[in-house]
Each structure stands twice: as structure tokens, then as C-alpha cells.
């Protein structure tokens, strides 16, 4: 089963739209951690945002927001006024522990395209 | 600095050449990772290092060797490889793998099998 659902595959806004990108997650654990990436075509990943399991204080940074809601497991990532710059796939994640190390759960990602 | 290099940036290679991909990071970090990355898709965990040893194989076939000379360093062997392996390969690294901490990447070299 997929720990990490993000059901929008591909998005398109006109530039200033602001756009919120879904994310789901799964788990038994009650402590995690879940995070956003940024990967613009150039290919690496950009770390955007690291939240804890107990923090369900919502984030702003800059034009970003996160919006973590423990009660319908989501994490959802807003973009205010986007820019072309924005365009890239985003992809969230989940970290558990586990004997071996910590798993790492990537979302298949939502592919934002911002049109000027 | 939150830097990790990766070299070379491309790779054309035939199936029975051998050749490394290399990872560097500065930045004190005791857990390294290797991921495959297909076009359209999330990365594919392959290999983990924590503290310069390796801790999680992903089922990786053995065409694909990782190395860890020191906890700055990470290589990645690569020995017959087929078509399908051609992929984005992205090196990680974080403070440790046992806490919860953020991955950083690097830019990832694009492997082409020919």
C-alpha cells in the first residue's frame, strides 16, 4: 500500500494563482516525520519543510505554507501568488523509524507547472 | 552549507564497461544514501551508509557496487549494466539515519546504458 498518496499528478496555474498541492499519508507510528521537496527539471531535490508528528502548528514561509492536519493524515503545501519559478515536481514524504534505520517514503509527487 | 556534489553530472556508458559515480558532502554528516531515480517517478532507495558502514540494501542487483572510503565520500561502482539502469542517480546524506532529520541531495548524475 502506498504510504505516501499525492493524487494530483500534474497542475497548471496561471502566474499569481495560488495553488495548494495535496498530500496524504499513512501510518501506525505516533512519532514521524513528514516533509516537502522541490525538484525543478535541473533534477535535485530541494529540501522545503521538515514537521514533526506532534506539531501540528501550521508554517509559513515566504509565499509557502503547509497546512498538517493529524486527524485526515494530511500535509498539504500552498503556494501564494506562484511564479514560473515554481514550476517543478514536488514531492512529499514520510520518515519512520524502523530496526534498520529510518524509511524514507516519497510520495509519487505532483509535477506544478506555473504559466506566465 | 548545505552542499552535496555529485560527479559527473552525465554518463554514457556501455554494457560491459565499468565506471563510479561519486558523492561528496561536507557537511558532517554520518548517513549517506544512494537513490535511483526513473523519469516520472519518485527515488528508489538503493543503498544507506551510517557512520561509513553500509546498513540498508534495497535488493539492489550486485551490477551495482557502493563504497564508503571515508564519511565524506560515498562511490557507487557500476559493472554491466543493462538499458533499464539508465535512470537519475542522486546521492543523500543527513545527520544520521536513525533520527529524523532532512535529507540534503545532490543534482544527480544522469546514467544513460547503452
Known amino acids: 500500500a502506498q504510504k505516501v498518496t499525492q493524487a494530483q499528478t500534474e497542475i497548471s496555474v496561471v502566474e499569481k494563482e495560488d495553488v495548494t498541492l495535496d498530500c496524504v499519508y499513512e501510518?501506525?507510528?505516533?512519532?514521524?516525520?513528514l516533509f516537502w521537496y522541490k525538484q525543478p527539471p535541473s533534477g535535485e531535490l530541494v529540501f522545503l519543510i521538515r514537521r514533526n508528528s506532534f506539531d501540528e502548528q501550521n508554517e509559513i514561509s515566504g509565499r509557502y505554507s503547509w497546512n498538517f492536519q493529524k486527524s485526515t493524515s494530511s500535509f498539504n503545501f500552498t503556494i501564494t501568488a506562484s511564479q514560473v519559478v515554481d514550476s517543478a515536481v514536488y514531492f512529499c514524504?514520510?520518515?519512520?523509524?524502523?530496526?534498520?534505520?529510518?524509511?524514507?517514503?516519497f510520495g509519487t509527487g505532483t509535477s506544478l507547472t506555473v504559466i506566465p | 552549507d548545505t552542499e552535496v556534489t555529485q560527479t559527473p553530472k552525465h554518463l554514457v556508458m556501455g554494457m560491459t564497461n565499468k565506471k563510479s559515480l561519486k558523492c561528496e558532502q561536507h557537511?558532517?554528516?554520518?548517513?549517506m544514501y544512494w537513490y535511483k531515480q526513473k523519469a516520472k517517478k519518485p527515488p528508489e532507495l538503493m543503498f544507506v551508509?551510517?557512520?561509513?558502514?553500509?546498513?540498508i540494501n534495497e535488493s539492489v542487483p550486485s551490477r551495482f557496487s557502493p563504497e564508503c572510503p571515508n564519511s565524506s565520500l560515498l562511490n557507487l561502482h557500476l559493472h554491466a549494466l543493462q538499458p533499464e539502469d539508465s535512470a537519475l542517480y542522486l546521492c543523500a546524506s543527513s545527520q544520521d539515519a536513525d533520527s529524523f532529520y532532512e535529507q540534503y541531495f545532490g543534482p544527480g548524475t544522469r546514467l544513460t546504458v547503452t
Open positions: 501510518t501506525r507510528d505516533t512519532t514521524y516525520y
Open positions: 514524504a514520510l520518515s519512520e523509524a524502523r530496526e534498520t534505520g529510518n524509511q524514507f517514503y
Open positions: 551508509y551510517s557512520y561509513e558502514k553500509l546498513s
Open positions: 557537511m558532517g554528516h554520518r548517513a
